[in-house]
């Protein structure tokens, strides 16, 4: 307000309301919305783009490039999409729950063709917004009409955002022991542990496969085992499954955990995404299915999802899902599609290779085995905050500060110089590269 105005009503507590009123009239309506914090990986998008080394690697954030550093599209993914324009489909709306034909072919992906989820209709399977919109709507749901505690229990550490999407869905977020600092394997006394002091009827979530950040996976025994601790604990499991494919580059072996839990009889809720293994990311195509004890479940849980997503965003985009579908529809393109899979795969597997045998070049006095031990498209380095911090600062490599390091950004270019700028932040030498 101008000191003009101001001064003339300053001589009385009416006044002084007056002013009050006024200057709630002049301010805007949204003064009160804060500034948010910086998201720590995509804020690595940012800081890459800024920099200005020639030599500048970027293991922060989880996109998959080629061996020059660039976005991929997969050779399915282009057949797929030339056969989707010469159909000349239209733009009308997806019915609320997606493409039908998509959502039975996601769930025998997930499951397997003839495995009795799908024979006998245990499942009720719809498309999302890739696989950030399947757990929100999983989030929604469970909210709702779950009958246990409303709290789930997140792998420490999981993908950043998990906490945001259930949290935000009015759940109590908690976590259990995943990983063990030190300890570059799957602890299944650790975990174990940590899942037997989790209240039953509690949410538990897993990574299907691939996990992420530790690229550090159960064995086939193990989720053997997990299968019946859930089992024994009565929890509801939801599975993260982002990455298949990317584990082992065989989609039916990354699916085993997932089909083990259904072989045994349990009820639990799988997340899809094809952004990473079909390279779909701005389409977001995802899925969700609920497997249940009986068919007579999936037409009441059809109904509700149905209504939450008519309240959120009426329906799914149609453009990504008719390419997944003319993948996952035709014997040919279905696999071609594999073959790309497993060829992204066997690329990051080289990498993995390629950077272990470097650092052991270089001379870095600390074992690098788990490089090659881990799955998929991450590795816990064992690299500390600080480390991480001087990767950047001094050698623009961009990491988390975690130490997660995504091997999507590792190209035959650049994998020696990574190795070099980690042995001198783990060694403090003062070599040249």
């Keep these: 307000m101008p000191v003009a105005i101001s001064s003339v009503f300053l001589g009385s507590s009416k006044n002084f309301r007056v002013i009050q009123r006024l200057n709630m009239r002049l301010s805007s309506w949204w003064s009160a919305v804060p500034l948010a914090p910086p998201d720590p990986i995509l804020g690595k998008i940012d800081s890459f783009a800024n920099d200005r080394n020639p030599r500048k690697v970027n293991v922060g954030i989880g996109i998959y490039r080629d061996d020059n550093g660039k976005p991929y599209i997969l050779p399915s993914v282009r057949r797929a999409e030339c056969r989707v324009f010469e159909k000349k489909l239209d733009k009308e709306y997806l019915p609320h729950t997606g493409c039908p034909t998509f959502t039975q072919l996601a769930a025998k992906l997930a499951f397997g063709k003839k495995h009795s989820v799908i024979t006998d209709g245990k499942h009720a399977t719809f498309q999302t917004i890739s696989g950030t919109g399947a757990l929100r709507l999983i989030g929604i749901l469970v909210k709702e009409f779950f009958p246990g505690h409303k709290e789930i229990y997140l792998p420490n550490p999981s993908w950043g955002n998990h906490e945001n999407i259930f949290r935000n869905s009015g759940l109590t977020v908690n976590s259990y022991e995943y990983f063990q600092p030190g300890c570059f394997k799957f602890n299944e006394g650790v975990v174990f542990d940590a899942i037997n002091k989790i209240p039953e009827k509690s949410l538990i979530l897993f990574h299907a496969c691939g996990h992420n950040p530790t690229g550090i996976d159960p064995s086939p025994e193990q989720w053997r085992e997990l299968s019946q601790l859930i089992k024994r604990r009565n929890l509801l499991t939801i599975f993260d499954l982002t990455y298949l494919g ?11 955990g997932v089909r083990q839990f259904a072989s045994d009889g349990l009820e639990f809720i799988v997340a899809q995404s094809f952004a990473k293994n079909m390279g779909l990311y701005g389409e977001r195509v995802g899925a969700v299915s609920f497997v249940t004890k009986s068919p007579d479940h999936c037409s009441n849980i059809l109904s509700q999802v149905t209504e939450c997503i008519k309240g959120m ?62 799955v998929g498209w991450f590795t816990y380095s064992g690299l500390n905050s600080l480390e991480c911090q001087c990767l950047t600062s001094k050698y623009s490599v961009h990491i988390t500060k975690d130490g997660r390091m995504a091997l999507t950004g590792v190209t035959p270019d650049n994998v020696e110089y990574l190795a070099f700028a980690i042995r001198e ?8 590269f």
């Design 425 to 432: 932040v783990t060694l403090h030498n003062k070599g040249k």
């Design 246 to 256: 990317f584990a082992s580059g065989d989609i039916d072996r990354d699916a085993f």
């Design 313 to 374: 965003y009426w329906s799914p985009p149609n453009h990504g899902v008719r390419i997944a579908t003319e993948i996952l529809n035709d014997k040919e393109l279905f696999h071609e599609w594999k073959e790309d899979v497993k060829g992204m795969t066997e690329r990051l597997t080289r990498m993995r290779y390629s950077l272990k045998r470097y650092l052991e070049k270089w001379g870095s006095s600390r074992s690098w085995e788990h490089i090659t031990d881990h």
